[in-house]
């Protein structure tokens, strides 16, 4: 089974409750996604494996650890997943994007696809999906999906908000791809929304609807 990790960090939960709250305008919004987005990519990077170097400091030549292993791809789920990239990038400069296209139809919430455009050589990169909201789940399962069926082994979905029904969607169907949020919330609402949850986080973000 996966695992969740909760990463809760004072500095996160603050910035959260900022997103939260209805009267955050769009620009406040987007800025705070993309530095909660930061934050959480120092933990998500966490085990990076590393490797032994040397530096020649101004003193002398040193023993020191550069970042070894696999490089990093970032996918974002559009729309809300754009806004968290620039954030992870921050930290992984040289990390590939991707974008996956998927949106909940609202009548049935199953996840609708229309874009995939991935870097070619995903199945040899550690992969970071990103997408404030985990809700039912089905968006999170379907760009998994995506990523498995081009030959991808090495998984992470990392969201803001995560409702306890996306979390058990997502174990079931991928087992293997831990789950980084900022908050596990209460329960979805009857529209699918997730409770208390921030909205919608893609009309926030960009000042739809
Ligand atoms: C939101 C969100 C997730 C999805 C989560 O996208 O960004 O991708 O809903 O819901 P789920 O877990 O029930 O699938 P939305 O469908 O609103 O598309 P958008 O980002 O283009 O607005
Ligand atoms: N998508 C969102 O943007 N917000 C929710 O609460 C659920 C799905």
Known sequence: MSKVHLIDHPLIQHKLTLIRDKTTGAKDFRDLVSEISTLMAYEVTRDLPLENSTVET??????????????????AV????????EGMLRLIPTAKVGHIGIYRDPETLRPIDYYCKLPSDVNERNLIIVDPMLATGGSATCAIRFLKDKGATDIKLV????????????????????????????CLNSH???VPGLGDAGDRLFGTK
């Open 58 to 75: 101004p003193i002398c030549v040193s023993e020191a650890k550069v970042i070894s292993g696999k490089k990093v791809g970032i996918i």
């Open 78 to 85: 559009l729309r809300a997943g754009l806004g968290m990239v």
């Open 159 to 186: 969201v803001l908000v995560a409702a306890p029904e996306g979390i058990k969607m997502v174990q079931e169907n991928h087992p293997d791809v831990d789950i980084y949020a900022a908050s596990i919330d209460k």
């Open 192 to 194: 699918g929304y997730i």
